[in-house]
T-cell receptor, first 112, second 116 residues
Framework: NAGVTQTPKFQVLKTGQSMTLQCAQD?????MSWYRQDPGMGLRLIHY???????DQGEVPNGYNVSRSTTEDFPLRLLSAAPSQTSVYFC???????????FGQGTRLTVV | GESVGLHLPTLSVQEGDNSIINCAYS??????FIWYKQESGKGPQFIID?????DKRQGQRVTVLLNKTVKHLSLQIAATQPGDSAVYFC???????????????FGAGTTVTVRA
């Protein structure tokens, strides 16, 4: 039981490049979400999903896309990377909306 | 804007002493308040939560207190150990009725350093 797995752990992108951050969970959780963590600002919600085929925007969705084709996977796509997207990204999942959230180890992204 | 915030960004504690980490919130509609611990290079880890209709909840070496009158939340760690050194976040969860949705909002975090 691996929990929430994020790949890659580190990534450097050039401005304008696109990439996908992967998130997978093996706990059969319905709820999955993406956060970004910036110094002094806590975690901010980017996008979330309450089940396969259902996604919605969080607090800071601009510049990011998500999809949820399976229960297990919730990839986050950066369409055209910008330096402002330099951050640490965390994926989380929870079994129900009242249950605790489990977080992945994070992806540290630098856009130059 | 941010609806949860922590009083102090850093806290230094002597090993063996009790730690108290504070958090203020502004949204009275939250259903749960949650404390997370984040060690260096890792994702946040759930510590304890408390429903909004409770005042106190205890776990192993941790106690969370909720004062709804002044909208204040605290995490108390008994007999602080070196392994308690981490960033601690308070978060609030809203679960709208007649919906499958929930929103989790985090404060900025307090860095706790345990002195030997």
């Amino acid at each position: 039981n691996a929990g929430v797995t994020q790949t890659p752990k580190f990534q450097v992108l050039k401005t304008g490049q696109s990439m996908t951050l992967q998130c997978a969970q093996d706990m059969n959780h319905e709820y999955m979400s993406w956060y970004r963590q910036d110094p002094g600002m806590g975690l901010r919600l980017i996008h979330y999903s309450v089940g396969a085929g259902i996604t919605d925007q969080g607090e800071v969705p601009n510049g990011y896309n998500v999809s949820r084709s399976t229960t297990e996977d919730f990839p986050l796509r950066l369409l055209s990377a910008a330096p402002s997207q330099t951050s640490v990204y965390f994926c989380a999942s929870s079994a129900t909306r009242r249950a605790e959230a489990f977080f992945g180890q994070g992806t540290r992204l630098t856009v130059v | 804007g941010e609806s949860v915030g922590l009083h102090l960004p850093t806290l230094s504690v002597q090993e063996g002493d009790n730690s108290i980490i504070n958090c203020a919130y502004s949204n009275s509609a939250s259903d749960y308040f949650i404390w997370y611990k984040q060690e260096s290079g890792k994702g946040p880890q759930f510590i304890i939560d408390i429903r909004s209709n409770m005042d106190k909840r205890q776990g192993q070496r941790v106690t969370v207190l909720l004062n709804k009158t002044v909208k204040h939340l605290s995490l108390q760690i008994a007999a602080t150990q070196p392994g308690d050194s981490a960033v601690y976040f308070c978060a609030e969860k809203k679960t709208p009725p007649r919906s499958n949705d929930y929103k989790l909002s985090f404060g900025a975090g307090t860095t706790v350093t345990v002195r030997a």
